[in-house]
């Protein structure tokens, strides 16, 4: 990026009311067949005009074609049932009842590369693009097949380079993994989960980055968050592991957190996509409230390697709020980029 403090988002962005039911996780679709297919495509290109609006300098398709990050990617595999499911509890919070794994898990077919494909058809901008990472796939599944979470991670890892190389061949210039899962699990991301996210962007010439959060807005989410305490040090178990790594980028969740913003001097030397939005709250930052973060945050970023962001992804707002806090991301950044300028 040539652009000092390129501005991006995590993820998913509000889908238009004529498409899903607004402000909500896996919402269902309100269209079928082609009308589906047309109004997924206009959606895209809605929030592609929306980021450009607010100037975002890394636009993404905010995850309109899917209903969820991570089940739409598994819906397209084979291996897993989901007219087969159990309760299990997700990321060590919530109870849900999820798809089961019966059979070897393959990808017969292309994921996400045609809607990539049509994004890339509508901008000249730098595209970020969006998977699940293994680990944060094992953890929606009941697994009666592998019956070993690493095993499992390990063959999710594999189809996930699979689709990642296509997605590099169609022009994507970012793979982004979201691995909330990280942030619960350390002795298995340490152990193997990192492992894990190397070989899913193994051979990949574009850059790669990796999103570590504490969820969307959501209740299960808010409330067990009460219960971390006055400082959130969960990034500090994986960040040294983490530095060694080969991913180039990590996405961070840091505005309204208690994440000791220190922690990220763990990690010098990547890129860091530092969140400057807080998604649960519809309070809108304002562009000086964006721009304190972004300063905390140069104190252990170097600038050219600070990459002004969202928390999480914003799917479960309403579309006005959203648009709100693009534009204070944009307007914030502004401020800091023309500070380091000297402007
Ligand atoms: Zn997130």
């Known amino acids: 990026m040539k652009t000092l403090l390129p501005t991006s988002t995590a993820g998913s962005l509000p889908k238009p009311s004529w498409l899903a039911q607004p402000e909500t996780l896996w919402s269902p679709w ?10 997924k495509k206009d959606a895209l290109r809605l929030i592609l005009d929306d980021q450009i609006q607010a100037g975002i300098d890394i636009v993404s398709d905010g995850e309109q074609t899917r209903q969820h990050f991570v089940t739409t990617f598994i819906e397209h595999l084979n ?33 996400f590369i045609e809607d990539a494909k049509f994004l890339r058809q509508q901008t000249k901008q730098p595209i970020k693009w969006a998977l699940p990472g293994p680990m944060t796939m094992i953890d929606t599944l009941y697994d009666n097949h592998y019956k070993s979470r690493e095993k499992l991670a390990w063959e999710f ?30 002795d298995e991301v340490n152990d193997w ?11 990949l010439k574009c850059e790669t980055a990796v999103h570590i959060c504490y969820g969307y807005g959501i209740k299960a989410n808010t409330d067990w968050k009460k219960t971390l305490g006055s400082e959130w040090r969960q990034y500090e178990e994986i960040f040294p592991k ?13 505005q309204n957190s208690r994440v000791p913003m220190d922690l990220i001097e763990l990690i010098r030397g990547k ?20 721009a304190d973060t972004l300063r905390k945050a140069l104190q252990f970023v170097d600038a050219d390697k600070l990459y002004p962001s969202t928390n ?32």
């Open 30 to 39: 309100k269209l079928q067949g082609q009308e589906l297919v047309d109004g």
């Open 79 to 111: 291996g897993v049932d989901f007219e087969k499911r159990e309760i299990v509890r997700i990321r060590n919070r919530y109870d849900a009842s999820v798809p089961t794994v019966i059979n070897a898990v393959a990808r017969m077919k292309p994921v």
């Open 157 to 186: 890892a594999k189809i996930l380079n699979q689709e990642a190389k296509e997605l590099e061949a169609v022009g994507i210039d970012i793979i982004q993994f979201d691995e909330p899962a990280f942030n619960v699990f350390f």
């Open 193 to 203: 989960g990192i492992a894990a996210l190397e070989r899913a962007v193994e051979g």
């Open 242 to 254: 983490l530095q060694q790594s080969s991913i180039d980028i990590v996405s961070l969740e840091c």
């Open 271 to 290: 890129k860091v996509m530092v969140g400057a939005i807080d998604v649960a709250t519809n309070d809108i930052e304002t562009p000086e409230q964006v």
């Open 312 to 343: 999480c992804g914003m799917t479960p707002l309403s579309r006005e709020i959203a648009r709100g806090k693009l534009n204070a991301l944009s307007a914030g950044a502004a401020i800091v980029r023309n500070e380091l300028l000297g402007k």
